[in-house]
């Protein structure tokens, strides 16, 4: 009697919480819409430090804050939402037209070909997408297996055999990307600069010499850090340290 009263009070406060979280993101929307940004946006930050991360959420303070003019922020979030969900054409659109406004143009390194098609492939769909795809290709896997080693025809046992052939490399394959977008989101190796106007050093001190300028909205990947201060890598490999407070972590 006990645990279906607790079961039932669960499910009541999940459908609670579910239905606050709905009149919410409602009413961010609806201050999206007639324009009221600096409401939207409050509204959106508020939900995600309540329910967590949300890849429509950042998305959509992302766009909140590009119609501010606050670039610097959208970009962050932007970055932020396809960390989660990397295959969303909308974001990567927006995020390249607000770096558009951004001083810095930085030419990133090129990758080698096959690199960049493995990237372009495991960024097509989110890492749950893959995590399922993986686990519905293994239980085909299975399946192959079985009618391998248990059929009595031969043509099933062939086309179970080159079928489980090309589960395994999708499994292979799938699992990596899962592993390789989930290391990106709990790893946060990306940051963006926040300070309008920020000078890299040589060194982890402010009596570094002077590198390159950095501007608001560049997004850098930090490599170390000492103290207060970030080793950071620029989009075109150059390298130098910045000082915590002048970048976020996407």
Excluded at 103 to 132: C, G, H, M, Y
Excluded at 231 to 248: A, Q, S
């Amino acid at each position: 009697m006990i645990r279906k009263l607790l079961f039932l009070i669960t499910i009541c406060l999940s459908v609670c919480a579910a239905t606050a979280q709905d009149a919410d993101v409602k009413e961010a929307e609806a201050a999206y819409s007639v324009e009221q940004y600096d409401k939207a946006i409050d509204l959106y930050e508020s939900l995600i430090r309540s329910y967590g991360d949300s890849y429509e959420l950042f998305y959509n303070l992302g766009n909140a804050y590009y119609k501010k003019g606050r670039i610097a922020e959208a970009i962050l979030n932007y970055e932020r939402a396809l960390l989660i969900n990397p295959g969303d054409g909308d974001t990567r659109h927006n995020l390249e037209m607000a770096k558009e406004q951004t001083v810095d143009k930085i030419e990133p390194l090129q990758e080698f070909f096959l690199t960049e098609w493995f990237r372009s492939v495991q960024n097509l769909v989110s890492v749950d997408t893959w995590a399922t795809t993986g686990i519905v290709c293994f239980m085909l896997l299975i399946a192959c297996l079985a009618l391998f080693f248990f059929s009595k025809w031969m043509y099933l046992k062939k086309t179970a055999f080159y079928l489980g052939t090309v589960m395994i490399v999708i499994v292979v394959f799938v699992n990596i990307f899962a592993c390789n977008q989930r290391r990106e989101l709990l790893e946060r190796k990306g940051a963006i600069v926040f300070s309008a106007t920020v000078t890299v050093k040589s060194s982890p001190d402010n009596s570094g010499n002077d590198l390159f300028v950095l501007h608001e909205g560049t997004k850098v990947f930090i490599r170390n850090s000492v103290g207060e201060w970030f080793e950071i890598v620029r989009e075109d490999g150059d390298v130098g340290w910045i000082n915590k407070k002048d970048i976020t972590i996407i």
